[in-house]
């Protein structure tokens, strides 16, 4: 079993070093938008950089807003899905992003893959399928007496809200290889 592991752990980081030696002059070429045109990805509000940990990437879209589930196809169709932060580090990296890149400048609000939708008494990483550990909540945040805010948001200044999921919001999608992940996947786990 650790063999096939180990193999698909090498097959994985060599992909990721040969798409990276190969690229071409259209770095978006293998993106797919469902009715949205290619060229918006050269706008300065899209935006992708490397996590801190470990081949996580966060991907920044901030040219169109989408209620959380269409955030989640949005990310979808590029081959990501929908951002999770797991620790302050990371947290830190979006909201200093943020600032830095002058999205911050009029109180946007990002979508991530925090919700309640499966289980309304705990918060869970859509994309992962596990409970929240960390959490950065705003002051008052969540509103659990307000019963349809099952959607977690970035805020513009690095705190989370829960919000309906129906508003319209940017979108924060994440890449990262499954078995570099700091993450451990739970078959491995003892």
Not at 7 to 15: D, G, T
């Amino acid at each position: 079993m650790f063999k096939y592991i180990l193999a698909l752990f090498f097959l994985c980081f060599v992909a990721q070093n040969l798409v990276a030696e190969n690229s071409t002059a259209d770095p978006y070429s293998g993106f797919v938008f469902p009715n949205l045109s290619t060229e918006a990805l050269d706008k300065s509000n899209y935006r992708a950089f490397p996590g801190l940990l470990r081949d996580k990437t966060f991907v920044v879209v901030a040219y169109i807003k989408a209620n959380w589930f269409k955030a989640q196809e949005i990310c979808g169709y590029q081959g990501l899905s929908l951002g999770s932060i797991n620790s302050k580090s990371e947290n830190d990296l979006l909201e200093k992003y943020l600032l830095n890149s002058g999205l911050a400048s009029n109180n946007e609000e990002f979508w991530l893959s925090g919700s309640k939708l499966a289980d309304n008494s705990r918060w869970v990483w859509f994309n992962l399928g596990r409970p929240i550990s960390y959490n950065r909540w705003a002051a008052g945040k969540p509103i659990e007496v307000l019963r349809n805010r099952n959607c977690l948001a970035l805020l513009a200044n690095g705190q989370w809200s829960n919000d309906r999921c129906e508003a319209e919001k940017y979108v924060i999608c994440e890449t990262r290889c499954p078995l570099t992940s700091y993450d451990t996947p739970i078959f491995l786990q003892k």
